[in-house]
C-alpha cells in the first residue's frame, strides 16, 4: 500500500497535486482513499460526485459523539475515491490541527486502513507542521512517503524546511522524503534556487509543475486537472509525478538534512 502525505504552506498547490494524484491513481484502477487534512475542508470537494462538499469529521462528531462505523466519515467520491474530510472549528475559535489529530485517531480505531482493502491513501495537509496537530500524519505513523510542494518563494521554502525536520523527528515511524514538486511562481521562476535547496536537503525535486492555464480552469470547474484536461502538460506533470513517487523505495530514501531557522536565512542571502 502507498501511504503518501502532500505537504506545503497555505496556497502552495498542494491540494491541486494531491486531488489529482488521487485521481490519476484510481482512473490507474487504484483503490483510493483521501484524506483532506486542512480546516477549510476544501480538498475532497474536488472530488465528490456532486461537487458539494462532504460532511467533515468534526461535524459528524457533533451530531453522533460515538462514531462506530467508517461508511459514517467515508463518502463516495469519482472514480470510486473513499473521501474523509478532517475538517475544523469555525474561523478564530479552536485549534485546527486538533480536527486532524482526531480524524487520524477515528480512522486507527475504526481500522479504516488496515481494512479497507486501499492500494494507495493520499493525505492532503496544510502548513508547515509547526502545529502538533498537523504532523499527527507523521506523528502517528500514517504517513510514509511525504511529498513537500514548494514554489522559490522563501516562506515556501522556509515551509518546505520545517516540515523536513518534523520528517527528521518522525522518521522512527517510517517516514521519509520523497521528494520536492515544485511550483514555480512564472516562466522566470528561479528554479536554480529549488535545486541548491533540494541538494541541501539531501532531496531531489521529483517533478516541475508547468504553469498551466488549464489549472485555473480546472479549479473553477472542480475538477483535477487530470479530468478537465487530461492531454495538458499539467496532467502529464501529475502522472509522471505518480509513477516516480510509485517507484521509490522507502528503504533508499535518505533522511533529509535541513537547516536550522538561522543557516537557512544565510542560505537565502547566498
Do not use: W
Not at 90 to 95: F, M, R, S
Not at 157 to 170: D, E, G, M, Q
Amino acid at each position: 500500500m502507498e501511504r503518501i502525505a502532500v505537504y506545503g504552506k497555505g496556497g502552495i498547490g498542494k491540494t491541486v497535486v494531491a486531488t489529482a494524484l488521487s485521481a490519476h491513481f484510481a482512473k490507474s484502477g487504484k483503490r483510493v482513499l483521501h484524506v483532506g487534512c486542512d480546516p477549510k475542508h476544501d480538498s475532497a470537494v474536488r472530488l465528490s460526485r456532486d461537487g458539494n462538499a462532504i460532511p467533515t469529521v468534526l461535524d459528524t462528531l457533533v451530531d453522533e459523539p460515538n462514531i462506530a462505523a467508517a461508511d459514517r466519515i467515508l463518502h463516495a467520491g469519482r472514480f470510486g475515491i473513499a473521501c474523509c474530510e478532517a475538517g475544523g472549528p469555525a474561523p478564530g475559535l479552536g485549534c485546527g490541527g486538533r480536527g486532524v489529530a482526531r480524524t487520524l485517531e477515528l480512522l486507527d480505531e475504526l481500522e479504516v486502513i488496515e481494512s479497507g482493502g486501499y492500494d494507495v491513501v493520499i493525505f492532503d495537509v496544510l502548513g508547515d507542521v509547526v502545529c502538533g496537530g498537523f504532523a499527527a500524519p507523521l506523528r502517528q505513523g500514517f504517513a510514509e512517503k511525504v511529498l513537500i510542494v514548494t514554489s522559490e518563494e522563501p516562506m515556501a521554502l522556509f515551509a518546505a524546511n520545517n516540515i523536513s525536520r518534523a520528517i527528521c523527528t518522525y522518521q522512527r515511524n517510517g517516514v521519509v522524503l520523497a521528494g520536492l514538486v515544485a511550483n514555480l511562481k512564472g516562466p522566470t521562476g528561479d528554479q536554480a534556487l529549488v535545486d541548491r535547496f533540494a541538494a541541501a536537503l539531501s532531496t531531489k525535486v521529483v517533478t516541475y509543475l508547468p504553469r498551466d492555464p488549464e489549472v485555473v480552469a480546472a479549479e473553477r470547474h472542480g475538477l483535477t486537472i487530470i479530468e478537465h484536461a487530461p492531454t495538458s502538460a499539467a496532467a502529464a506533470a501529475i502522472a509522471h509525478l505518480a509513477e516516480r513517487v510509485a517507484e521509490l523505495r522507502t528503504s533508499d530514501m535518505p533522511l533529509p538534512t535541513p537547516f536550522s531557522d538561522d543557516d537557512f536565512f544565510t542560505f537565502m542571502r547566498e
